[in-house]
Each structure stands twice: as structure tokens, then as C-alpha cells.
């Protein structure tokens, strides 16, 4: 959401060198998977779309959490910035899909997208760092986010990136992520010279915000300012 805690210094820190543009997603606590994952990755390209039109010559899309997974679907399905900066990246589909609680509202999700009732609604147990809660969002939504090997799995996202751009990696010490597959998955993305892999003593909230001074100079570096 654009009132993001977690991303408040961030766009503090980063508004003097570049424009800022924060969106709500079909994942914030108010949307709950109302839309489908194409149809975020089309609102992000929307927002790309109207920076270049305004003569912006450098865009990244950047995120924290489900967002920064959104920016290794983006540069899989669209692949149309400058930069990627995905901090204390989220959301494992592959990984939810074995708890039973959470395989039966997926599992419901994707017979109904398969009987051709996307619209449908259907319950899930939602697990978000150990929460669990029960949504309900169409079957087509839910699908798109929690196929194991769909969009949401950031390692296929990585690997099937459309180009070589350059990636601001953020993880704290203390995410779930950072012991399990953050390296691995960082590194199934496309080589590039001035990419940064950055391990910050925080957890999964507080990573953007520790890490939001060399994200700062990280873009000055790559944008001249």
C-alpha cells in the first residue's frame, strides 16, 4: 500500500534524487487477492508506461515482501525497466502448497478455474510471516498467486527473466528467506555487472528501512545524480 510503513524511509531517502511512485496492489489488506497476478503486473506497466511517456529516462521497480516478488514476475512477464530492487523478498507459493490447510483453497481454486468458474469465490488459509488467515477471493486470483509453479514462484521468475538488468537485492539476517533460498534465487537471475546482493542486520519489516542508505546510493551511482 502507498502508506506502507515498512517503505516510508525509502521513499524518504530516495524522493530528492528521483520520482517516487508507490500503488496498491491486489495483495494490500484492503484488496486481499481481488484481482489477478496479470492484472497487477498490468498496473505496474501502466505506472512504467506513464514515466516514460513524462520523458523519464531510468525506471526501476522496486518492492518489499509479495512486491518484491511482483518484480521478479514483472521482469519475467514484461522485462521493461532499467532496474529491479526487490528488499526482503515474499511469498513462496511452492512452499504453502504442501500445508494441507493451505493446498485445499488452492486446490479449490484451481478446479474451479478449470471448470470455468474463475469468478467464483473461494475460502484459503492465507499464511503470511506464520499469520494464518482466511481469505476469500475469486478462483482465479487465488490461482494466479498461489500455483506453486506459477508467476509467484520467484525462482522460475528469476530464471525466465527477459533481460539482463541491474538488481538492488536487499535481505535482513532475520528473514525466513535469507537461510533458505534468498541466494539461490538471486542468483537464477541474469548476470550483471553492477547488481548488489546486500545482507542487513534486520528482519522482514525492517529490512527496506535499514538498508534504504545503500539503496540511495546505489541509485545515485546508477542514474548520475
Not at 74 to 79: E, L, P, R, S, T
Not at 86 to 112: K, L, S, T, W
Amino acid at each position: 500500500m502507498p502508506q506502507s510503513p515498512n517503505l516510508k524511509l525509502v521513499v524518504q531517502k530516495l524522493e530528492p534524487a528521483c520520482q517516487v511512485k508507490l500503488l496498491e496492489m491486489p495483495w494490500s489488506r484492503l484488496r486481499l487477492y481481488d484481482k489477478p497476478y496479470a492484472e497487477a503486473v498490468a498496473q505496474i506497466r501502466q505506472a512504467v508506461s506513464e514515466f516514460r511517456q513524462a520523458g523519464v529516462q531510468w525506471v526501476a521497480v522496486g518492492g518489499q515482501s509479495f512486491g518484491a516478488n511482483a518484480t521478479l514476475a514483472y521482469m519475467a512477464q514484461v522485462g521493461d525497466v532499467d532496474a529491479v530492487l526487490p528488499m526482503a523478498p515474499g511469498h513462496v507459493p511452492e512452499n504453502f502448497y504442501p500445508i494441507p490447510e493451505v493446498r485445499r483453497g488452492i486446490d479449490a481454486a484451481r478446479q474451479a478455474v478449470a471448470s470455468g468458474q474463475g469468478d467464483a469465490l473461494v475460502e484459503m488459509t492465507d499464511i503470511n510471516q506464520g499469520q494464518r488467515r482466511v481469505v476469500k477471493a475469486p478462483a482465479a486470483a487465488l490461482w494466479s498467486y498461489f500455483d506453486p509453479q506459477g508467476w509467484g514462484n520467484m525462482a522460475l521468475s528469476a530464471q525466465n527473466s527477459r533481460k539482463p538488468v541491474p538488481v538492488f537485492w536487499a535481505i535482513g539476517t532475520h528473514d525466513s528467506l535469507y537461510p533458505s533460498s534468498s541466494a539461490a534465487i538471486y542468483q537464477k537471475l541474469p548476470a550483471h555487472a553492477d547488481s548488489q546482493y546486500l545482507v542487513v542486520q534486520a528482519n522482514h519489516a525492517t529490512t527496506p528501512e535499514v538498508a534504504s542508505e545503500a539503496l540511495l546510493n546505489w541509485v545515485k551511482a546508477r542514474t548520475g545524480r
